[in-house]
């Protein structure tokens, strides 16, 4: 993984090593260097050789949902300390103790190691600045803040809804993260199945079509773990969020059952990365799904989040116009509509993604303002739609937002130049379908279509920090950015068109 620059997770089974580590790297970590914000690493002349500071990717994706406006209940299991490390106005529901953990739950210590580009480590070179995480949870691998009570305790926490008025009795966001803690855990006895079917009948039945779901994906090796879990919770997903290296996995994951044995390479092309999520998209968005409960969906947004650009997808009406009409009869007949089929799901979906573009940016850098003189562009200065034309001839269908093709020859790979102007570039094609995709899920009837849908894609190349100074959360930050930008309460989704 250090070779290929690629970020990764990995538990540690053996107790004693770990504690010896967590104890060591203690010891490295200075009194003014005990906690961190987003911003304050570069504030000082020197880098503190350890801290410490709020980790967990749910804590993570709730802090940045919550400094961006969202109204934020996170439902976790949390130690004193943590619990003290959160923004003032961010709500922490928390399940009872079982699974045999105390009731007043002890801090899960991850430990960082951050290097950076052009570090060596005996004989190889690491391409580019990341991290490799050493975890030994108790909480996490046993989904802890999942509980039967987890929806009813956040009816009477508050007076609820995204931004603070009105009451809901569903929200309107629902984020799974950090599963990967479970990956190779070594629990005894291992309830981790017993776990991930709790999941799927939260997901199945509690959640209406109301509450988007959004799963942010992270690094797995434990083949059968992580094939049961996409097969249990993915027919339950609206939006997936994924790096580099995670795509591959679940395109190799979906398509012949396994993880994928290579890393991929640190700076991927553009072409092959939209391939990989139009393969992800036709396979999740399949009539052969599993339907199980009415809260089974298919996928209708991709957020792939890489060093050197933003890419997300998600499904938009063809006619935006009857889309608001049949969301508006459904709504006064009192109907749940099911707006993510509508492609009224997710909006603005350039604005995400320039807004993770800069939040990868100020990440990485740690800083609030973006310095040119420590900022590099990656991408090229154009790139194809498409690695493979003869599989996703929809992409050769591209439309520009205006509605003009990219290019005047169907037959040609259309490409997208970058603007300096207009940086983030956005268009239209048919959703994703290949000939022949063997689904590996199970079949059933295929689900009725109320009008007819495409994708918006939009690209938003990063203004890569070439002095890094973390990469660690940057995923979640970007992830959440990204979401809280699309993401509108019921009441302003039926102001206008979107």
Known sequence: MFASGAAAERYVANKTLFNFLVEHATNLVTPSATTTGDTDLNTS??????????????????????????????????????????????????????????????????????????????????????????????????????????????????NLGLLGKGIQSTPDLFVISGLQTMDNSALSPDIRPERLDHLKWFLSTQLTPLTLVHFELASFVETEFVRNLTQAILPYIDSIGCNEQELPNLVSLLSIGRVSPHASVSTPRAAVMLDGMREVWSLLTDPALPKVGPSRRRLSRIHLHTLGYQIIMVRRPVNLVQARKVEEEANASGEAVNIAELGRAWPFTRAAAAKASLIAHRHTCATAAIDPVLTRLLMDDSFAVTADPDRWASALLATSIAGTGLLATSKSVPRIHFNASAPVSCWYEPEPAAAAVPSALSSSPPPSRQLETRVEICVAPVPVCSKVTRTVGAGDNISAGALRAQLTTRAHRNRGPR
Do not use: C, Q
């Not at 400094?67 to 923004?87: F, H, I, K, N, Y």
């Open 45 to 158: 002349s020197r880098r503190p050789r350890a801290y410490f500071s709020l980790g967990g990717n749910a804590p993570v994706m709730a802090k940045r949902l919550a400094r961006e406006g969202a109204e934020v209940t996170l439902a976790a299991r949390l130690s004193p300390r943590e619990r003290a490390a959160l923004p003032t106005g961010l709500r922490v529901i928390s399940a009872p103790a079982a699974f045999g953990l105390p009731d007043v739950p002890l801090s899960d210590v991850h430990l960082i190691l951050e290097y950076g580009r052009g570090s060596l480590w005996r004989n190889f070179t690491a391409p580019r600045a990341n991290r490799y995480i050493l975890i030994r949870d108790e909480e996490n691998p046993r989904l802890s803040g999942l509980w039967s009570g987890l929806l009813p305790a956040w009816r009477g926490s508050a």
